[in-house]
């Protein structure tokens, strides 16, 4: 039988329960730089490949030269072919509010290589995406949808916004990002926080909606 090696070790990770950042301690390495070989964006080593392996328990391994991994049927008897077929799309970073501010203000508004956060999404979204840790309580409802401080939010600068998307905007006089609700009445625009202690901000023509919140992480503990 034949797989991605990615695929696989990904598999056995969600099987062993290794977190990313468990594989990156046991390695000597950063959290994104495992991020970037399991999905793809960069290419480890064959020794690296090894020792990921080996870690999540994969042995006697064939690696060919496509890439894939030839191993016999019994080797991981317990995982079906439905179980090792990738559980997210992608992973994208976690830019600050500054650099999300200066996204479309560059050609490449930040490098990648800096970045030491990246999160995984099962949403299917466009390659130009990023996650956006929210900064203060404006996000934070007693009701209905709430977003507290330090969620992550997942931005598709792709996707189109509409009225009440949750979108992440820069006003044209400051550098900062802001992460709002869009509302759209009567021929207004308001960027609204869904804490009602803030009063919604008019924007005309005085902001830029950089893209829209598809998804969202919060960390419980």
């Known amino acids: 039988m034949k797989m991605n090696w990615n695929d696989l070790v990904k598999a056995k990770m969600k099987e062993v329960g290794i977190t990313q950042n468990l594989l990156a301690e046991k390695m000597g390495r950063s959290q994104s730089a495992i991020a970037h070989w399991l999905n793809k964006n960069r290419e480890p080593s064959i020794e690296d490949i090894a020792e990921m392996m080996s870690i999540v328990g994969l042995e006697t391994m064939t690696l060919t030269s496509d890439g894939m991994i030839d191993y016999p049927d019994d080797v991981i008897a317990n995982v ?23 996204w479309t203000e560059a050609c490449e ?10 999160y995984e999404t099962t949403v299917r979204t466009s390659p130009r995406s990023f996650w956006l840790r929210v900064q203060g309580d404006s996000m934070t409802s007693p009701f209905g949808v709430s977003l507290p401080e330090g969620t992550l939010v997942l931005v598709d600068t792709e996707r189109e916004h509409e009225n009440k998307s949750l979108v992440v905007a820069k006003l044209t006089d400051v550098n900062e990002a802001t992460f709002k609700q869009y509302i759209s009445d009567s021929g207004q625009q308001y960027l609204k926080p869904l804490n009602p202690n803030y009063p919604m901000m008019p924007i005309n023509g005085n902001c830029r909606v950089i893209g829209v919140a598809v998804d969202a992480k919060l960390k419980l503990i």
Request: hydrophobic share 35%.
């Open 80 to 102: 079906t072919t439905l179980d090792i077929q990738p559980t997210y799309q992608n992973s994208f970073p976690v830019l600050s509010a500054v650099q999300a501010g200066q």
């Open 109 to 118: 508004p930040y490098t990648l290589d800096e970045i030491d956060e990246w």
